[in-house]
């Protein structure tokens, strides 16, 4: 049974660029959601997706958009990159509500130079 | 509101102690509390969760104490090894999940 993963590894972009990840859902789950993780802290919550419609989003700005397809992977987005946006960012899926458990990918480390 | 804090920030224990780390929060809505351990380089991976109906809760070598009056919840691991060594996060869920911002354990041999 595959897990939550995540690609690319690692990406290296330079300021004012633009990026995409990509994730798939643990086998069974319908919800993604993405979280930004600055080296040192917690993770951050960006936004959710469920049914390829973004059900929930935290307290970032709309240069981080999203998308989830048919197959329930998904895709975030980073328009105009700037520095701060150097992070590792993690997909985690579950199944259904909000309030149930939650499973991360190993992440994509993203470098803004 | 939306804020979970966690403490200690960095805690190092001798292989066989018990570290416990605490965290608190605001917001009654939040309804599920799950801990996750994280590696470096790794995603974070599901340790052991609880809902506010339940005062404790053990999964091997991991039990969560849970008090909702005063709205905290600790971890506790027992027999601590060096495998352990991880930074471990508590978090809240309402619709959405919020984060401690972690404490990073060293498990001495």
């Known amino acids: 049974d595959a897990g939550v993963t995540q690609s690319p590894t690692h990406l290296i972009k330079t300021r004012g660029q633009q990026v995409t990840l990509r994730c798939s859902p643990k086998?069974?789950?319908?919800?993604v959601s993405w979280y930004q993780q600055a080296l040192g802290q917690g993770p951050q919550f960006i936004f959710q997706y469920y049914e390829e419609e973004e059900r929930q989003r935290g307290n970032f700005p709309d240069r981080f958009s999203g998308h989830q397809f048919p197959n329930y992977s998904s895709e975030l987005n980073v328009n105009a990159l700037l520095l701060g946006d150097s992070a590792l960012y993690l997909c985690a899926s579950s199944l259904g509500t909000p309030r149930e458990t939650q499973y991360f990918g190993p992440g994509t480390r993203l470098l803004v130079l | 509101q939306q804020q979970v804090k966690q403490s200690p920030q960095s805690l190092i224990v001798q292989k066989g102690g018990i570290p416990i780390i605490n965290c608190a929060y605001e917001?009654?809505?939040?309804?599920?509390f799950p801990w996750y351990q994280q590696f470096p380089g790794k995603g974070p991976a599901l340790l052991i969760a609880?809902?506010?109906?339940?005062s404790e809760k053990k999964e091997g070598r991991f039990t969560i104490s849970f008090n909702k009056s005063a709205k905290q919840f600790s971890l506790h691991i027992m027999d601590s090894q060096p495998g352990d060594s991880a930074t471990y996060f508590c978090a809240a869920n309402s619709d959405k999940l919020i984060f401690g911002k972690g404490t990073m354990l060293l498990v001495s041999p």
């Open positions: 917001n009654t809505a939040f309804d599920y």
């Open positions: 086998s069974g789950h319908d919800t």
């Open positions: 609880i809902r506010p109906d339940v």
